[in-house]
């Protein structure tokens, strides 16, 4: 009997200290973080944030790029949406000679999470690309793509 309690008590603390992510409920603020984009620019988490992406896998990291085709450049920070890519995988001379500087050449700005630290936070497989809803730094509403075209869509429908 204790060793069952014990581990429902110690369960959720071990989930905390590693970092795993946990469901994000609507109203809930969105812990403070701040990443460096491909340029080597800080960005912090603020208020007037409309949309926080996150892609986990390259597979989701390809679907915005797709997504953003033809459309004009700095189309995402128009509409308060910021694109965080979890590049903790990648082998660190990979990602500083050749994913970084290929980068740079993209229309718009791709915060670096080259520890795993901030993508964690949030729920998410590595296909998908997954899009929360912000209000004032909480969370409106989720919603996860996996098809550019629908991606797309859901940006074109953003006022800027």
Same mark, same amino acid.
């Given at each position: 009997m204790m060793s069952n309690v014990l581990r429902w008590c110690l369960l959720p603390l071990l989930c905390a200290? @590693? =970092? +795993? &992510?946990? &469901? @994000?409920?609507? =109203? #809930?603020r969105l812990a403070p973080w701040t990443l460096l984009d491909q340029h080597e620019r800080a960005y912090s988490l603020n208020d007037q944030l409309q949309v926080l992406l996150v892609a986990r896998g390259m597979q989701a990291s390809e679907l915005l790029g797709q997504a953003l085709? /033809? @459309?004009?450049? /700095?189309y995402l920070e128009n509409r308060r949406v910021v694109f965080v890519a979890d590049i903790s995988g990648m082998p660190a001379p990979i990602a500083r000679l050749f994913a970084i500087p290929a980068m740079r050449d993209y229309d718009y700005r791709v915060l670096l999470d080259r520890s795993g630290r901030v993508a964690s936070r949030y729920p998410g497989a590595?296909? #998908?690309l997954l899009w929360l809803q912000l209000d004032a730094g909480r969370l +409106? =509403?989720? $919603? $996860?793509f996996t098809r550019a075209e629908d991606l797309r869509r859901a940006l074109q429908a953003l006022a800027p």
């Open positions: 200290w @590693l =970092g +795993v &992510a946990t &469901a @994000l409920e609507p =109203g #809930e085709q /033809g @459309l004009e450049p /700095g590595k296909t #998908e +409106v =509403g989720e $919603r $996860r």
